[in-house]
């Protein structure tokens, strides 16, 4: 998709189709009073271009208008502009409107306009609440989410079906004095964003087609591109390694396991940072010997997304070059019933030295975080992070809603607070109190892998915790977020692409 900024005033511009946004001014949220009347709305175009309000003014005069979220009226060679429609969409109310909701407007304008066959469409940049810069990031953004479809291997699909091939943001003369700084917002933008479907990508394949082999390719694939170093490991490296909790779980499998490690490590970077992105790879998740039920097993393809996120990250931070140091470790491995599978009761010894009594082979990928974790460790990272796909327990938390965040650091987490906010990702901090700890506890080892179903999510992360030791960390529990269970204005059904604007957001808060 082309993306590119324009000075012209909106109804001047050819086009085959303008976007704006109308917002609703009206104060309070609407309510009925006594003799069941609401209060009106009040909407208003976001666009100072008169010809462009005059277009819009007999919808909204007549009440079709009202600026709702996600409120799409189109209308056909609008009087007064030279754009052959005009497509009037609800930002909903003035006072919550922010960066975050534009991106999706940009996104539900992509779903709405493809569906019509239309290829390429401008957008006015509102005009009030979000700055310029923040602005034309997020409708790049948005509009690059929008355009993603996961009907990869339909037998009709063509590149070219459902498309937009050309979003032109139009910025009014007001706006226009740094156009310089618009265009690198353009460009960050678009690299982030396209950063986000090569994630979404990858998540989408299904596990015949995105083994451990194929996810460490298509990384060594996109490193090439970018520049990043990336090396791939087999199983000797992971035996060699001692990492007896990742073996533990690729054991069971006939593919064989990929231990991946991207290394972006740039000139002049910050002094004594070096962040650690570790992610959980599991191409599929049957459960092992303690299997799932088939209803729904299908969707565990998607339990490598925390790789994914990764890798994607890595993408968009090797192009943005912030001046920081960042190696992303990723365990990718199958978990598998088979012959060679690690059963429950088995005790596996982590590559840190730690014990593990394997009570559940399904709680897998705090497995192989395990020793992900203490290999970023001994390769010098000074803070990490990592992302999973780890429990159905933060789904029953926080819905498909709100990604799960852990931290072990309060300074860390304000950093990664303050970035999740900028990228307008929802997340919600979980508790890591001392006092959970006590579930942990073996008989026979150090540790079990899985206790009682209270507290999954958080059983999960403070077993995590043992491994990341005193070493600043985060983990991102994405299991109920980095697939969309149903389509949305703005994104289709299928990967979403969670979590990797926030860390690209975050690594870039380290640069001196
Ligand atoms: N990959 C799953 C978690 C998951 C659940 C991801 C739903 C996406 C959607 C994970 O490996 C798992 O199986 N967790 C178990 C842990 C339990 C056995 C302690 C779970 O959450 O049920
Ligand atoms: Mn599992
Ligand atoms: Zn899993």
Redesign the pocket.
């Known amino acids: 998709m082309n993306t590119n900024l324009s000075s012209s005033v909106p109804s001047q511009l050819e086009t085959d189709c303008l976007v704006a946004v109308v917002l609703d001014q009206a104060e309070n949220a609407r309510s009925e009073n006594a003799r069941g009347e609401k209060d009106k709305p009040s909407p208003s175009v976001e666009c100072s271009d008169a010809a462009v309000r005059e277009a819009a003014q007999d919808v909204i005069a007549g009440g079709e208008v009202t600026g709702k979220t996600f409120e799409t009226t189109l209308l056909h060679r609008p009087a007064g502009l030279k754009a052959k429609r005009l497509l009037l969409l609800g930002g909903g109310k003035a006072k919550h409107f922010n960066a975050a909701e534009l991106r999706k407007l940009a996104g539900a304008a992509v779903r709405t306009l493809k569906s019509k066959s239309i290829r390429s469409f401008a957008f006015a940049l509102p005009e009030s609440s979000v700055a310029a810069a923040d602005g034309v990031r997020a409708i790049v953004e948005g509009a690059f989410v929008g355009n993603f479809e996961p009907g990869y291997y339909k037998s009709d699909r063509k590149d070219s079906d459902q498309k937009i091939d050309a979003v032109t943001i139009v910025v009014n003369k007001d706006r226009q004095g740094d156009m310089k700084g618009l265009e690198t917002a353009m460009q960050a933008g678009r690299i982030v964003a396209e950063s986000q479907n090569f994630t979404r990508d990858l998540v989408n394949e299904p596990s015949n087609l995105m083994t451990p082999t194929i996810l460490a390719e298509r990384a060594k694939k996109m490193a090439a591109e970018v520049g990043l170093i990336c090396e791939v490991y087999g199983a000797d490296k992971i035996k060699a390694l001692k990492m007896g909790a990742f073996w533990g779980v690729a054991q069971g499998s006939d593919e064989p396991p990929a231990l991946i490690v991207l290394r972006f490590d740039p000139v002049g970077a910050a002094d004594k940072v070096h962040l650690g992105l570790v992610g959980k790879g ?1 191409t599929f ?1 049957t ?1 092992g010997i ?1 299997i ?1 039920p088939a209803d729904g097993m299908e ?2 393809k ?2 490598m997304a925390g790789a994914a996120t990764m890798i994607g990250a890595m993408r968009a931070i090797a192009l943005l070059k912030p001046k920081v140091k960042v190696t992303a470790i990723i365990c990718a491995t199958e ?1 598998m019933p088979s012959g060679k599978a690690q059963k429950p009761g088995d005790v596996q010894i982590a590559m840190s030295g730690k014990s593990i009594e394997i ?2 082979t ?4 705090r497995l192989i975080l395990a020793d992900g974790l203490c290999y970023a460790r001994q390769l010098g990272c000074t803070h990490l992070v990592d992302a999973a ?5 933060v ?1 029953v938390a926080l819905g498909y809603v709100n990604a799960g965040v852990f931290a072990s650091d309060d300074q860390m987490y304000e950093r990664f607070a303050k970035a999740n906010k900028a990228a307008g990702e929802k997340m919600w901090r979980l508790p890591l109190d001392d006092e959970y700890k006590e579930n942990l506890k073996s008989n026979i080892a150090d540790m079990v ?3 009682s ?1 209270w507290g ?1 999510a958080i ?2 992360a403070m077993f995590l915790k043992e491994f990341a030791e005193d070493t600043p960390w985060i983990h991102l529990d994405i ?2 977020t ?2 969309m269970e149903d389509s949305k204005p703005w994104i289709a059904k299928g990967p979403s692409g969670i979590a990797l604007r926030s860390l690209v957001e975050f690594v870039k808060g380290w640069a001196p």
């Open positions: 599991v998740d459960g303690s799932k969707k565990m998607y339990d978990n009570i559940n399904d709680a897998e990928g796909t780890l429990t159905g327990a789904v892998n899985a206790g179903r999954g059983f999960a299991a109920g980095a697939w």
